[in-house]
């Protein structure tokens, strides 16, 4: 089993042989709830590609651990970057779909205020959501072992995801009466390569009409339809199994 991951923003200094300090809320779970001792492993991230991977070195109280480093990684930025546009969903299912976008290794993910989205971020609550996919893509974050977190954007409307797709060296629009499987399109090797999720009401035809007149082709991704929290990890999934980004070995 790989170390327990624990975000340290400050490892930009961090050299083999130091011993760091992990105190606050990490210090306290791997203390206090995890119960970690002396010689355990741990690994230290900065969620911008850094790594520090170490042991125990010793506990004080019940929120400080120090930790004693022995290999410094930095990994670079993967190519090509994977940009999802989500639709917001409803209730708790938009945390759920960052949850599977950021353990199967989604960059960037944008909050998008569809047509017919149940949910609507508007005012505090739109700044409320935000906190919420936030603290969802963190978790999953650290859950997944990973030292490059997913951004997590402002909510956009259409206009604006149409405009990002014009950016995009590819931008993929999930649609069930699509022509193209998804499977046929040929990625690049570097860029954004952007997927866009529709709400469970469906993509709006005056919407399908402005993504598509910025450059986002229509893709399928199978014979059955997926809700919109999983449509997102299906569809990454499918285009880093042929990127070639998954051909890494887990850190350990």
Known sequence: MTAPVFLLVELGSVRVGDVVELAGAEGRHAVSVLRMTPGEP?????????????????????????????????????????????????????????????????DVIVPWSARNCVAQWRGDRAERGHRRWADAALAAAKQSRRSRFPVVE????????????????????LHEAAEHPIGDVELPDSGDVMIIVG?????????????????????????????????????????????????ARMTP
Do not use: C, F, Y
């Not at 590609?49 to 400080?64: F, K, L, P, T």
């Not at 405009?163 to 629009?173: P, T």
């Not at 009409?209 to 229509?218: I, S, Y």
């Open 42 to 106: 741990v690994a230290l991230v900065d969620g911008r590609g850094r790594r520090a991977i170490g042991v125990i070195d010793h506990v004080v109280g019940r929120e400080i651990a120090g930790v004693r480093i022995d290999a410094v990684i930095d990994e670079k930025e993967p190519q090509p970057r994977i940009v999802v546009i989500q639709a917001l969903p409803k209730g708790d299912r938009g945390e759920l779909a960052v949850e599977l976008l950021t353990e199967i290794g989604a």
């Open 154 to 173: 402002e909510v956009l409307s259409t206009a604006q995801v149409a405009e990002r797709v014009r950016a995009s060296r590819l931008a993929l629009l």
């Open 199 to 247: 709400p469970e009401g469906g993509v709006a035809p005056e919407e399908i009409d402005a993504l598509v007149e910025g450059g986002a082709v229509p893709v399928v991704l199978g014979p059955s339809v997926l809700r919109t929290s999983s449509a997102g990890m299906a569809a990454v999934a499918a285009l880093l199994a042929r990127s070639g980004r998954w051909n």
